[in-house]
C-alpha cells in the first residue's frame, strides 16, 4: 500500500517510509568507502592518506546540493501541504535548474584552484600529486553529484522513495564494479578510483532527471522555468544548515588531520579516514531517516496539523535513541573487522584503528537526536534555527574539542571530540525545541 505524506504516521509505517532514503544514503556514502578500501589495499597507504585528505573540499562543494535539495524540499513539501501543486512543480523546476548552474560553475572554479587548496589542507610532496589527480578527476563530475544529492530529497517529497533507491543502488554497483575494474584490473590507481566515482555519481544523478522531464505519476514534474529571486533564496535559507553542517565537517576535517599530523603522522590521518568510512555509512542511516521524516514534517506544518507533527517528533526521537545505541555496539564490537577491511596488511595501523573506533564510536548514541533535530526545524522551514544547530554541532563544538582535548590526552584527546561534540550539541538542540515548541505546536 502507497503511504502518503498526508497519512497518520505509526512506527511501523515511518519506518518503511523512511526505509528507501536510508537505504540510498547507506548506498550513496559506500561511493567513497569503496574509493578508500580499492586505494588503501591495491594502492597504498600514501596514496590512501591523499584522498582522504582532500575528500573534505569534495564534500564541501557537494553540500550545495544537499543545502538545495533539503531546502528547496521543505520548501516543496509545505507548499503541497497547503494544496497548491503548480507552485510546488515550479519550486522544484527552478531547484534542479539553478542546482546545474551552481555545479558547472563549481566545476570551473574547483578545478583551476585546487592546487592552491590543496596545499591548505596540508597536503606534503609526496602526497599532491595524488590529491591533485584524484581532486580533479572529481570535480569533474560535481553537477551531477549536487544532482544526485538533489533528488534524494525531492524523490521522497515526490512520494518516491524507492525509485531513489533504485537509482542508487544502480549508483552503488557500477561504483563497486568500477572500482574494481579500473584500480585492480586496468591498474590506473587514484585516477581510475575518482573515475569509477564519477561515472557512478552520473548514474545516480542523470537517471531522476529523465524519470521527472517524462510524465510521471509523482507529485512532482519538471517543467520550463524561469529562476525566481525569493524562492530560491528561501530554498537556500532553509537548506543553510546542510551546506552548513557540509563546510564545517570539512574544515574539521582539516583540523582532524593537522592535528593527527603533529601527533601521529600520515598512519593518524589514514586511521581517521578510516573512522570517516564507517562514519558515513553509519551516519547515513540519520541522514537517510531526515530525508524521509523532512516532506512529512513539512506537508503536516503547510496543512496545520499539530497533532501529527507532535506524533512525528515523539516516535523520531525514540527511534534514534535506540538507533544510537545498536550502532554503539556496532561499532565497538566490529571495530576489528573494519580495520582489517581497509588496513589488514599493516598490524600497527589496525591496532591504532580498533582502539581509535572503540573511543569514537560513544559519539554516534547523541548523532542521531542532533542531526534530526536540525533537519526537523529545516522541515518547519525555520532555517536559523537549523544552521544554528548545525553550525555549533559540525564546527564549533567540534573545532575546540579537538584543540583543546589532545592537550590533555594527545591522540586519544582527537579521538574524544566527537562525543564531546555531541554533548554539547544535544543540550543546544534541546534548548531549541524546548525554546520553540509554543510557535510551532510539536509538544
Known amino acids: 500500500m502507497r503511504i502518503k505524506l498526508s497519512d ?5 509505517r515511518l519506518i518503511r517510509f523512511c526505509l528507501s532514503p536510508m537505504i540510498m544514503m547507506i548506498f550513496t556514502s559506500i561511493y567513497g568507502v569503496v574509493d578508500g578500501l580499492f586505494v588503501s589495499n591495491y594502492v597504498g597507504k600514501i596514496p590512501f592518506a591523499s584522498i582522504n585528505l582532500v575528500m573534505p573540499f569534495l564534500m564541501m562543494v557537494g553540500g550545495i546540493g544537499f543545502m538545495l535539495g533539503t531546502g528547496g524540499s521543505a520548501l516543496t513539501a509545505m507548499t503541497l501541504g497547503e494544496g497548491d501543486q503548480e507552485r510546488a512543480n515550479r519550486y522544484f523546476s527552478m531547484i534542479v535548474l539553478f542546482t546545474v548552474i551552481c555545479g558547472i560553475s563549481a566545476t570551473v572554479l574547483g578545478i583551476v584552484f585546487l592546487p592552491d587548496i590543496v596545499r591548505l589542507l596540508g597536503a606534503t610532496e609526496v602526497m599532491m600529486e595524488d590529491c591533485l589527480v584524484y581532486g580533479r578527476i572529481s570535480m569533474a563530475f560535481t553537477t551531477p553529484f549536487m544532482l544526485q544529492s538533489v533528488f534524494h530529497t525531492f524523490l521522497t517529497t515526490a512520494e518516491k522513495p524507492k525509485l531513489g533507491l533504485m537509482a542508487t543502488v544502480a549508483a552503488g554497483v557500477t561504483n563497486m564494479v568500477l572500482d574494481a575494474l579500473f584500480v585492480v584490473v586496468f591498474d590506473w590507481g587514484v585516477a581510475g578510483a575518482a573515475l569509477a566515482t564519477g561515472i557512478s555519481e552520473s548514474v545516480g544523478g542523470f537517471l531522476p532527471l529523465v524519470y521527472f522531464l517524462r510524465p510521471n505519476d509523482s507529485l ?3 517543467r520550463r522555468v524561469r529562476l525566481e529571486l525569493r524562492p530560491l533564496v528561501l530554498s537556500c535559507t532553509n537548506g543553510a544548515s546542510e551546506l552548513m553542517s557540509s563546510i564545517s565537517s570539512s574544515l574539521v576535517g582539516v583540523v582532524y588531520n593537522y592535528q593527527l599530523l603533529r601527533f601521529a603522522g600520515e598512519d593518524g590521518v589514514a586511521v581517521y579516514g578510516i573512522l570517516m568510512y564507517v562514519q558515513f555509512i553509519f551516519v547515513a542511516i540519520f541522514i537517510g531517516y531526515t530525508i524521509g521524516t523532512a516532506p512529512v514534517v513539512g506537508y ?12 512525528v517528533l ?4 525514540c527511534l534514534n535513541g535506540l538507533a544510537g545505541v545498536v550502532m554503539l555496539v556496532l561499532g565497538r564490537t566490529g571495530a576489528g573487522l573494519f580495520a582489517r577491511i581497509f588496513v589488514g596488511y599493516d598490524a600497527g595501523l589496525v591496532d591504532m584503528t580498533v582502539h581509535a573506533f572503540h573511543i569514537f564510536a560513544f559519539g554516534f548514541l547523541l548523532a542521531g537526536y542532533n542531526i534530526f533535530v536540525s533537519s526537523f526545524f529545516t522541515a518547519l522551514n525555520n532555517g536559523a534555527v537549523s544552521a544554528a544547530v548545525s553550525f555549533l554541532r ?4 567540534q573545532m575546540l574539542a579537538v584543540i583543546v582535548l589532545p592537550m590533555l590526552w594527545e591522540v586519544d584527546g582527537i579521538w574524544w571530540s566527537a562525543l564531546a561534540a555531541e554533548i554539547a550539541a544535544f543540550v543546544i538542540s534541546t534548548m531549541f525545541l524546548l525554546g520553540k515548541r509554543k510557535r510551532y505546536g510539536y509538544l
Open 394 to 397: 559540525t564546527l564549533v563544538f
Open 300 to 311: 503536516h506544518y503547510g496543512a496545520d496539523n499539530r497533532e501529527e507533527l507532535k506524533n
Open 220 to 222: 512532482l514534474r519538471l
Open 8 to 12: 497518520h504516521f505509526t512506527y511501523g
Open 314 to 317: 515523539r516516535k523520531s526521537v
